[in-house]
């Protein structure tokens, strides 16, 4: 069975700097999609970024940027230059066969000013 | 307007009691699922439709049941409510696997507290 672990449950940064969110996964398909989802207070599931296991090179979408490990299982989540928008509940998701997705318990991120 | 949308977004009721909750989509997909969300345990699969005529248990599927009306339309039901199935639940739509990115696309939710 697939799994996603988020091993911080809550994580605090600064505005304007960089933090990165943690997620390890276990799956035994060669090929699957990861995804960031981002919740905010309002409670809509918002996709932040995606990720196919085929490529090697680093998904990236202006401030969210990800570093993709394959062989460590690892999908970790950079924000830069971080926004007091940018508070909310992040979910790390992979996709077993037939899209349906296994997600992690989440990490809440706050923002200070 | 919203591309998935969900009724009602609250919903306060008693044990015992038959609950349904309903999903839209304007996406023109063919998938849709229901998940529910719990503190600490993020989003579980309960059910999934990857056409009309087709209907699958997730991961939680016990105490639900689901009806998928037509492409646009896939509502899930409680036929006994009980307090432990108080939670957040979502829809989500995505398209067909030839087409797909593998991305979902979820509606707003709706919070429901079973008392």
């Known amino acids: 069975a697939q799994t996603v672990t988020q091993s911080q449950p809550e994580m605090s940064v600064q505005e304007a700097e960089t933090v990165t969110l943690s997620c390890t996964y276990d799956?035994?398909?060669?090929?699957?999609?990861l995804f960031w989802y981002k919740q905010p207070p309002s409670r809509q599931m918002i996709l932040v970024i995606r990720?196919?296991?085929?490529?090697?090179q680093n998904a990236t979408e202006n401030r969210f940027s990800v570093n993709f490990q394959k062989a460590a299982k690892s999908f970790s989540l950079k924000i830069s230059d971080s926004q007091l928008g940018d508070a909310a509940m992040y979910f790390c998701?992979?996709?077993?066969?037939?899209?349906?997705?296994?997600f992690g318990a989440g990490t809440i991120l706050r923002v200070k000013s | 307007d919203a591309d998935v949308t969900q009724t009602p977004r609250n919903r306060i009721t008693k044990t015992g009691k038959r609950i349904m909750l309903e999903c839209s989509q304007t996406?023109?997909?063919?998938?849709m699922y229901w998940y529910r969300q719990d503190p600490g345990l993020g989003l579980r699969l309960i059910y999934y439709?990857?056409?009309?005529?087709?209907?699958n248990k997730g991961e939680i599927s016990d105490g639900y049941s689901v009806s998928r009306q037509a492409q646009a339309k896939f509502s899930l039901s409680l036929e006994s409510a009980i307090p432990n199935q108080t939670a957040l639940y979502f829809c989500?739509?995505?398209?067909?696997?030839?087409?797909?990115?593998?991305?979902?696309?979820f509606g707003p939710g709706t919070r429901l507290t079973v008392l």
């Open positions: 998701a992979l996709t077993q066969y037939g899209n349906k997705l296994v």
């Open positions: 990720q196919e296991a085929y490529k090697q």
């Open positions: 996406k023109g997909h063919d998938r």
């Open positions: 439709s990857f056409d009309v005529k087709d209907i």
């Open positions: 989500a739509t995505s398209p067909p696997a030839a087409a797909s990115t593998d991305t979902q696309y």
């Open positions: 799956t035994s398909e060669s090929d699957y999609y």
